[in-house]
């Protein structure tokens, strides 16, 4: 069962989003597998005091994604390939470089200087290291 | 479904709803919300016939409010509607004998859930835990429409957010809530829709998964709706203070 009680909802992104978004980390990092259930929706509206329309928005859409199936009278659980969980990651770190760069951009910082920028940041952090 | 058709309310010559209107289905979590003065308890109190009189239509699945559809209908105000003389348990036995559908279970896990005694006579009990009694008296009624207006005065934060999980947990598709709060932080997560009324109007109706699809925080969409302008109360400020002002 796919435990829900570190994620900690903030205002900056629609609840339903982030809800999704804690579900593919979970993909992403391997803590969750393909098979696994989720906690029923109205357990998950309860805990995280959201509406349940909230909950059902979110699994609608993960649904659609292609990685819950629902059945009707038992619970939904994860469905998805090593292939599907890749392609996930690709998106989501597209997705997280993105905002990056629109930030970075506001503040008229241009490629060079971005890319030196996390070269150094880069290095600093991992103590020269290729990792 | 309960339908308020064009309510109109006046108080002497003072118009307190203006022709209000909205109809509330099944399931639905509905914020009434607005400043004090806004018609939000007359509006409650109208739909309960509290009042002597109002013109409009309030239907109630399809009927006006009466003696035979009374018990879909559960109110909880501040205002101690129960018997002071009575104990928690005692109140239990009363709201048995005159509500068939009264869910003893859910009764008994709201009071443990307040720690509310079960023995102790409720005129006992301190202003917040009068208010609690109220709330689980009405949420366990076993009514379809459910009526809170403002209820948790003298309740601290963490017993309110917690209230909340637990009631999401609770309900039933069968179920509707009113709730009029000024706390809207609290519960902008809570409500699947919003009322708002301004001065007896309705100034706007909106679902939240609408503007969670948007992008748009209640808070933020009820301040646009106010026309509220933070800028301009900052320039109301400095004129205020016009020549005292050091740049």
Known sequence: MLDFTALKLDDQTPIYQQVVRYVKLAIISGTASSGEELPSRRFLSALLGVNPNTIQKACRLMEEEGFLQSAAGSGSSLSFTPEMAAEMKRALLREETLRYLDSVKKMGLGRQAVLALVEDLWAEETGGEER | ?247
């Open chain 2, 1 to 247: 479904m309960l339908e308020i058709r064009d309510l109109q309310k006046y108080y002497g010559h003072d118009r307190a709803l203006n022709g209000v209107s909205f109809i509330v289905s099944l399931g639905e979590i509905v914020g009434l919300l607005g400043e004090n003065g806004a018609g939000k308890t007359t509006l409650m109190k109208a739909v309960l016939n509290f009042l002597p009189e109002w013109e409009g239509e309030i239907l109630l699945d399809g009927e006006r409010v009466g003696p035979k559809n009374y018990h879909k209908l559960a109110f909880a105000s501040s205002e101690h509607t129960f018997f002071g003389g009575l104990t928690a348990m005692e109140h239990r036995d009363f709201y048995r004998s005159i509500f068939p559908d009264f869910d003893e279970k859910r009764f008994l896990l709201l009071l443990d859930f307040f720690e509310l005694p079960r023995h102790k006579p409720a005129r006992s009990f301190s202003l917040g835990m009068k208010n609690q009694l109220e709330t689980v008296l009405a949420l366990s009624q076993g009514a379809s429409y459910i009526l809170m207006d403002e209820p948790f005065s003298g309740s601290d934060i963490f017993g309110r957010e917690d209230f909340y999980r637990l009631l999401l947990g609770l309900l039933r598709p069968d179920e509707s809530i009113i709730l009029s709060t000024h706390l809207v932080e609290e519960v902008k997560h809570f409500l699947s829709r919003a009322v708002l009324l301004r001065r007896g109007k309705m100034l706007a109706d909106v679902q939240l998964s609408q503007l969670e699809d948007e992008g748009v925080d209640l808070v933020d969409w009820m301040k646009e709706q106010y026309g509220h302008n933070s800028a301009r109360v900052a320039q109301l400020a400095m004129e205020a203070r016009e020549g005292g002002d050091t740049p």
